[in-house]
Protein backbone atom coordinates (compact mmCIF):
# COMPACT_ATOMS: atom_id res chain seq x y z
CA UNK A 1 0.00 0.00 0.00
CA UNK A 2 1.27 3.24 -0.85
CA UNK A 3 0.21 6.63 0.92
CA UNK A 4 1.24 10.20 0.01
CA UNK A 5 1.85 13.59 2.30
CA UNK A 6 1.45 16.50 -0.11
CA UNK A 7 1.65 19.86 0.88
CA UNK A 8 3.56 22.98 0.35
CA UNK A 9 6.64 24.05 2.08
CA UNK A 10 6.43 24.82 5.51
CA UNK A 11 2.85 22.53 5.34
CA UNK A 12 3.96 20.08 7.96
CA UNK A 13 4.76 17.46 5.98
CA UNK A 14 7.75 15.62 7.53
CA UNK A 15 5.93 16.14 11.12
CA UNK A 16 3.13 14.45 9.83
CA UNK A 17 5.33 11.83 8.88
CA UNK A 18 7.30 11.71 12.01
CA UNK A 19 3.65 11.08 13.99
CA UNK A 20 3.11 8.29 11.47
CA UNK A 21 6.24 6.64 12.10
CA UNK A 22 5.90 6.98 16.28
CA UNK A 23 2.94 4.87 15.52
CA UNK A 24 4.00 2.93 13.31
CA UNK A 25 7.08 1.64 15.34
CA UNK A 26 5.02 1.46 18.09
CA UNK A 27 2.42 -1.22 16.44
CA UNK A 28 4.56 -2.74 13.94
CA UNK A 29 5.36 -6.24 13.39
CA UNK A 30 8.32 -5.90 11.20
CA UNK A 31 11.21 -3.49 10.51
CA UNK A 32 11.06 0.60 9.94
CA UNK A 33 12.52 2.49 7.11
CA UNK A 34 13.12 5.93 6.66
CA UNK A 35 14.64 7.26 3.52
CA UNK A 36 15.72 11.27 3.80
CA UNK A 37 17.51 13.70 1.97
CA UNK A 38 20.19 14.94 4.29
CA UNK A 39 19.97 14.05 8.40
CA UNK A 40 17.91 16.41 9.77
CA UNK A 41 15.97 13.68 11.23
CA UNK A 42 18.67 11.60 13.04
CA UNK A 43 17.10 13.02 16.84
CA UNK A 44 13.27 12.64 15.89
CA UNK A 45 13.03 9.59 14.99
CA UNK A 46 13.26 6.06 17.25
CA UNK A 47 16.24 4.02 17.41
CA UNK A 48 14.27 1.64 16.46
CA UNK A 49 13.82 3.29 12.64
CA UNK A 50 16.37 2.30 10.04
CA UNK A 51 17.00 6.04 9.23
CA UNK A 52 19.02 6.27 6.00
CA UNK A 53 20.65 9.27 4.50
CA UNK A 54 19.92 9.22 0.51
CA UNK A 55 23.06 11.66 -0.43
CA UNK A 56 25.49 8.88 1.10
CA UNK A 57 24.52 6.43 -1.22
CA UNK A 58 24.52 8.73 -4.26
CA UNK A 59 20.79 8.06 -4.78
CA UNK A 60 19.78 11.10 -7.46
CA UNK A 61 17.07 9.45 -10.06
CA UNK A 62 14.22 6.84 -9.60
CA UNK A 63 16.44 4.16 -11.20
CA UNK A 64 18.93 4.60 -8.42
CA UNK A 65 15.97 4.90 -5.79
CA UNK A 66 14.18 1.44 -6.80
CA UNK A 67 17.36 -0.68 -6.66
CA UNK A 68 18.29 0.74 -3.22
CA UNK A 69 14.49 -0.23 -2.03
CA UNK A 70 15.18 -3.59 -4.07
CA UNK A 71 18.53 -4.16 -2.35
CA UNK A 72 17.23 -2.84 0.94
CA UNK A 73 14.18 -5.97 0.50
CA UNK A 74 16.10 -8.27 -0.54
CA UNK A 75 18.51 -7.89 2.51
CA UNK A 76 15.76 -7.84 5.16
CA UNK A 77 12.76 -9.82 4.45
CA UNK A 78 11.11 -8.24 7.60
CA UNK A 79 10.45 -4.90 6.55
CA UNK A 80 7.06 -3.90 6.73
CA UNK A 81 6.74 -0.19 6.07
CA UNK A 82 9.16 2.50 4.40
CA UNK A 83 8.76 6.20 4.80
CA UNK A 84 10.83 8.58 1.64
CA UNK A 85 10.89 12.16 2.85
CA UNK A 86 10.35 14.57 0.03
CA UNK A 87 10.53 12.16 -2.89
CA UNK A 88 11.71 15.34 -5.58
CA UNK A 89 14.61 16.10 -3.38
CA UNK A 90 16.19 12.92 -3.56
CA UNK A 91 15.04 12.11 -7.13
CA UNK A 92 14.91 15.55 -8.94
CA UNK A 93 11.73 17.33 -9.70
CA UNK A 94 10.75 15.33 -12.68
CA UNK A 95 6.93 14.60 -12.18
CA UNK A 96 6.87 12.13 -14.59
CA UNK A 97 9.42 10.42 -13.15
CA UNK A 98 8.00 10.57 -10.09
CA UNK A 99 4.40 9.20 -10.86
CA UNK A 100 6.08 6.36 -12.61
CA UNK A 101 8.25 5.79 -9.15
CA UNK A 102 4.55 5.81 -7.20
CA UNK A 103 3.54 2.93 -9.98
CA UNK A 104 6.65 1.20 -9.37
CA UNK A 105 6.18 1.23 -5.71
CA UNK A 106 2.72 0.81 -5.40
CA UNK A 107 3.64 -2.63 -7.54
CA UNK A 108 6.70 -3.71 -5.29
CA UNK A 109 4.58 -2.80 -1.76
CA UNK A 110 1.55 -4.68 -3.07
CA UNK A 111 4.39 -8.04 -4.16
CA UNK A 112 6.18 -7.42 -0.79
CA UNK A 113 3.32 -6.89 1.75
CA UNK A 114 4.75 -3.81 2.87
CA UNK A 115 3.52 0.03 2.90
CA UNK A 116 4.97 2.80 1.60
CA UNK A 117 4.64 6.79 2.69
CA UNK A 118 6.05 9.12 0.54
CA UNK A 119 6.45 12.99 0.82
CA UNK A 120 5.83 15.44 -1.60
CA UNK A 121 6.75 19.11 -1.92
CA UNK A 122 4.09 20.24 -3.97
CA UNK A 123 0.24 22.17 -3.57
CA UNK A 124 -2.10 18.74 -3.27
CA UNK A 125 -4.17 21.11 -5.45
CA UNK A 126 -2.04 20.48 -8.72
CA UNK A 127 -1.71 16.99 -7.99
CA UNK A 128 -2.30 14.40 -10.81
CA UNK A 129 -4.93 11.83 -10.82
CA UNK A 130 -2.45 9.58 -10.40
CA UNK A 131 -1.67 11.00 -7.21
CA UNK A 132 -4.64 11.69 -5.78
CA UNK A 133 -5.81 7.90 -5.08
CA UNK A 134 -2.53 7.96 -2.91
CA UNK A 135 -3.31 11.31 -0.67
Known amino acids: MIHIIMG ?3 SGKTKKMIDSIHDTVANAH ?5 IEYGKQ ?3 DLS ?8 QEYGINNIDMLKGFLSGLHAGNFDITHVYIDNLYKT ?3 DKAAGEA ?3 WCAEFAKVN ?3 ITLTISE ?5 SDLIKQYL
Open 123 to 127: DPAQA
Open 41 to 43: LTY
Open 91 to 93: IGN
Open 113 to 115: DME
Open 8 to 10: LKG
Open 30 to 34: GDVVC
Open 47 to 54: YRVRLVDS
Open 101 to 103: FIV
